[in-house]
């Protein structure tokens, strides 16, 4: 079995062949784990999900981009989900969820949710109001995971200095210690370690393929403990190289393992083995 940790097969580049996609995967035991962007594509994951007795799952979340700051233009095609909220209605989201807990439910987590400086107003007061409100807006969903006691689904780019601030002043503001995963980790080895520091895990997809300046991700995956290691595609995005199909999804999580275990000198029916145990355990599956 293996376990995408972090799919969009509730975007709209699978509306055509959606179960069809989803069908294929679950025949060759594939699970999933589809993530929310803002509210309609949360709701959309769980309807997705409810479909299905077992093997796939929801979260749900605001993304960073989809906060209408009012303060950069973003085209519809480079949004998480391709729409923006004026704000994050907090109970609007909880009762989301709360339609889909207890058991057999399929909410595992708040996600994705964190800072995303990748565009950015052109003015320094611009850019600071901006990061002040991705900032008020991360605060206020990892209070629904404490309140929903949820694990997280980090996503980061360009902005680790800031979300290691803001977690390491939320241990202390929410008086708990948060579980989650930084998916997708693009960073230095040293940012890799501090996350390691606090607990979390580290969520592999086919950006591992790719080549960053300042980025060494066959270091960060030497240095990630097996027991730490998550598997995810990010689908439709980030199709590995050696996948068939130009739009990526859940099938081409193997590729990913296939690379973690030759990094890792490890055989690849023992990544599977444990990167599932750790899916499940962080996401109570």
Not at 84 to 91: A, G
Not at 250 to 261: G, M, N, Q, S
């Amino acid at each position: 079995m293996l376990i995408d940790t972090h799919a969009h097969l509730n975007f709209l580049a699978f509306d055509n062949d959606r179960d069809e996609v989803i069908k294929k995967c679950l025949e060759k035991n594939v699970w999933m784990i589809n993530v929310g962007t803002n509210f309609e594509m949360s709701k959309k994951a769980i309807e997705i999900a409810e479909k299905y007795q077992q093997d796939v799952y929801a979260t749900i979340g605001l993304h960073p981009i989809n906060l209408d700051t009012g303060l950069l233009k973003i085209k519809n095609e480079e949004l998480e989900g391709g729409y923006l909220e004026k704000e994050f209605d907090f109970e609007k989201y909880k009762n989301l969820a709360l339609r889909s807990l207890g058991e057999g439910g399929k909410v595992v987590a708040i996600g994705e949710i964190g800072l995303d400086y990748y565009w950015k107003p052109k003015t320094t007061k611009k850019k600071e109001l901006f990061k002040e409100k991705q900032n008020e807006l991360f605060l206020k969903e990892l209070e629904l995971a404490k309140e929903l006691n949820f694990p997280v689904i980090f996503h980061c780019r360009m902005a680790h200095d800031d979300l290691m601030k803001i977690l390491h002043s939320t241990f202390n503001i929410l008086n708990s210690k948060i579980k989650g995963v930084m998916h997708g980790f693009v960073g230095t080895t040293e940012q890799l370690k501090e996350y390691l520091k606090m607990g979390f895990y580290i969520g592999f997809n086919g950006i591992i393929f790719k080549k960053i300046e300042g980025i060494n991700f066959e270091e960060n995956i030497k240095n990630t403990p097996l027991d730490k290691i998550l598997i995810e595609t990010d689908c439709p995005y980030l199709t590995p190289p050696n996948f068939s199909e130009e739009r990526n999804n859940p099938l081409a999580v193997k590729y990913i393992v296939e690379k973690i275990a030759k990094i890792k000198n490890e055989s690849f029916e023992k990544i599977i083995e444990v990167t599932t145990e750790n899916a499940k355990k962080l996401f109570k599956l």
